[in-house]
Each structure stands twice: as structure tokens, then as C-alpha cells.
């Protein structure tokens, strides 16, 4: 395939911020656009050079027109070519587009240029109630210090799908019983000013009913400063070793499975000690990791994690992206495909997960663009029946 013009725009995300549209030679099968991310690892690539806006002027002066682009790997001649000219997002999206365009030529979906022969299907994991970042409230109002709660279960994606948009009914009804009308959050989420345990106490009645498992992202980095985590909700400050027992206690408490970034990104012995405390429940990493080999390779040497979040746009390649994969099913480390807080309808990260016979897939079930990556894989589901 030959690239003869990329096209690239300003759109809007989910939370009304500009991010990127790309077609490959005018041809609507390969648009592709990137999400953004609100809280963000510190090791994170930069979404743009300068801007989005600046992103696209570079885009226009780089000549791709002499590259023969045939199939996934071939995706290294456009991440020469581009260099350090764009920013991650920009990559994701301009590589989302490109392996369209391929897939459309030879009339193949996007996962088959990863694997053609995939059958497993990446586990739903989806945010149910918010706090953290990711829960604005008025100054003075309280919200959980745990980012995200999250359900998950064995099931098919088109099974997944509707128990888990059931549990987030279901915690709708409760909470709206315990504090009147509530809202959502930039994730479609429910917001909630409850703290941490109160929320895992509904979490674990509702995961009960509908045998579903329990999940949260810490995101501790957020909540970290100068040795300390600072939780708002009680007004409580937790050392090191404190946060660890916090954590286990958690755990213990209330069945939780899935533990993401239970400790700041930079914390990578914490991490070890509680994953060899928690040898039969996952710890995850994401600020840890940031979809970046070199820190990858770190976390498991140091036997950090027994999981990592794949964000492609933070790195912007997905060479590497499925490089990382590929080592962590090697080392027998569970991967989890992720989407972001500001979000578009794309839903090639479905495809990556498929394809790359990722583990688990983070989305919510609820929100236009969230819904479009369970749908995306509902597709694919009843495809290779």
C-alpha cells in the first residue's frame, strides 16, 4: 500500500478538548483519532510537540509517499520517517490509520494483521464508580481518593457487556437512594461522595448478586507528595508502610482482585513487596509503567507487577506496543488495554486487544465512546464464531 496523503483535523474528545483525526488517502475506513488522558504518568510521551494544532503543520511536510506498506511491522518505516516531529498522540493515530488503510486494501479486519488466527477475548473491566481526578466536585465537597472502582468477570464481551451495564445500573439505584440525584463523571462513572470503604461495601453486595469481581485503580501517584498519601474523603496522611498495610487491609476486607497502581510511579520496591504478599490477586501497573518498554522490563525484573496497563497514545507506537504485549504473555504477565478519561468514538483499541490476545480490556460499558469499544468487540465476537 502506498500513502499518497494523510489528511489530519482538529476534533473534540469526550470532555470537550481538541485532539486528532487522521484519514489515509481520503478513504473514511481509516480514520482514526487519539484520546487524551487526565491523570497522567509523569514518564508519560508528550501528547504533542506543542499542540495539536502544531502536530498537524508538522504532519503536512512529511513525505510518505515512497514507503511500501504491507503489513503490521511495516508500521516501523512510517515511526523512522516521523521521528521525533509529532507527538505520541499524533503517532497513535496516524498508525491507527495507516493499519486501516492496509486492512481495507486487503480486505482483512484490523486484528488479523496482528493475529489472523486470535480466538481469546480481553476480559471486561469497567469503572463503575468514580473518585480521584477523574470526580470533579464543588470546593468542599467530599468523593472517594480511589480513582476508579471497577467490576470484571469471565464472560464474552457480548455477556460482559450486559451484566456489567446491569451493576452500573444497579449502583446508580443505591447510591441515589443513600444521597438523592447524582451525576457522572468525565468516565461515565458515577460520582459519589462516599468514601473509599463505603464504596467497596456497595461494590461488594452488588459484585455478590451478580457474580462479578472487584477492581480499583489507586492512581497513588495522585495522591502522593513528599513521602505522604494524602487522603482527602477521611483527612488521612499514610507513610510507605502504612499505605501498603491500608492496601492489604482493602483487599481483605472486601475481595478485591485487580489493585492498579497501588503505590506512586516511581515506587517500583512497594510494588514488589505487596505483589509478593498478593501472589493469587493482580497488581497493576500504570503511572509504573506507562506503556514504555525500558519501564516495563524494569517492573518485571524487579517482579513489581503481575499486570500493565497498554495505553497506546502513551508511548505512540504501536510497534512497541505490541512488543510490550508479547514480552509480558513471555514473562506470564497479564496485560490490560486501556482507553482514557477524554475519549472519542475510535475503537481500534479493540482490535489491539483482540488481536494482540491482551488479557483484559478497561472501558466503561456506558458513554457513547465507551460503549464503541465493547461494541467494536461484539463485532468481532460474533465474526469468529
Not at 468514601?195 to 452488588?206: A, G, P, S, T, Y
Amino acid at each position: 500500500m502506498k500513502i499518497k496523503e494523510v489528511s489530519a483535523k482538529v476534533i473534540l474528545n469526550s470532555r470537550g478538548e481538541k485532539t486528532i483525526e487522521i484519514l489515509i488517502n481520503q478513504n473514511k475506513e481509516t480514520k482514526s483519532s487519539a484520546p487524551s488522558g487526565k491523570s497522567k504518568g509523569k514518564y508519560e510521551k508528550r501528547s504533542w510537540i506543542r499542540s495539536v494544532e502544531q502536530d498537524i503543520r508538522n504532519l503536512k511536510k512529511i513525505d510518505f509517499s515512497d514507503l511500501d506498506i504491507e503489513n503490521f511491522y511495516d508500521l516501523s518505516k512510517i515511526e523512522k520517517r516521523i521521528n521525533k516531529k509529532i507527538g505520541a498522540n499524533t503517532r497513535f493515530a496516524l498508525e491507527s490509520s495507516v493499519l486501516r488503510a492496509v486492512a481495507f486494501e486487503k480486505n482483512k479486519e484490523v486484528w488479523q494483521l496482528l493475529n489472523p488466527k486470535a480466538k481469546r477475548f480481553p476480559k471486561v473491566l469497567s469503572n463503575t464508580i468514580g473518585g480521584g481526578r477523574h470526580s470533579k466536585v464543588k470546593e468542599g465537597k467530599r468523593k472517594p481518593d480511589i480513582q476508579e472502582f471497577l467490576f470484571f468477570s469471565g464472560r464474552k464481551p457480548s455477556a460482559a457487556w450486559k451484566i456489567n451495564k446491569k451493576a452500573h445500573a444497579m449502583i446508580g439505584q443505591v447510591l441515589n437512594k443513600k444521597e438523592g440525584k447524582i451525576g457522572k463523571n468525565d468516565e461515565n462513572a458515577w460520582k459519589t461522595k462516599l468514601d473509599n470503604e463505603e464504596v467497596l461495601e456497595i461494590m461488594k453486595e452488588i459484585g455478590k448478586k451478580l457474580s462479578l469481581e472487584i477492581g480499583v485503580d489507586v492512581a497513588a501517584s495522585e495522591i502522593y507528595k513528599n513521602g505522604r498519601y494524602y487522603y482527602k474523603n477521611k483527612e488521612k496522611k499514610r507513610g510507605r508502610e502504612e499505605q501498603k498495610k491500608y492496601i492489604l487491609e482493602l483487599v481483605k476486607k472486601y475481595g478485591v482482585g485487580y489493585i492498579e497502581d497501588p503505590f506512586e510511579e516511581n515506587d517500583f520496591k512497594s510494588f514488589s513487596e505487596i505483589n509478593k504478599k498478593l501472589k493469587n490477586k493482580m497488581i497493576i501497573g500504570d503511572d509504573l509503567t506507562v506503556t514504555n518498554l525500558i519501564r516495563v522490563k524494569k517492573a518485571l525484573k524487579e517482579k513489581s507487577v503481575s499486570g500493565v496497563i497498554i495505553k497506546p497514545n502513551q508511548i505512540g507506537s504501536l510497534v512497541e506496543v505490541k512488543e510490550i504485549i508479547e514480552l509480558c504473555r513471555k514473562k506470564n504477565i497479564r496485560t490490560i488495554i486501556s482507553h482514557r478519561s477524554g475519549e472519542t468514538s475510535d475503537n481500534i483499541i479493540s482490535d489491539l486487544g483482540f488481536g494482540g490476545g491482551c488479557d483484559f480490556i478497561k472501558t466503561p460499558v456506558v458513554g457513547k465512546e465507551r460503549e464503541s469499544k465493547v461494541r467494536r468487540l461484539i463485532q468481532i465476537e460474533k465474526s469468529v464464531r
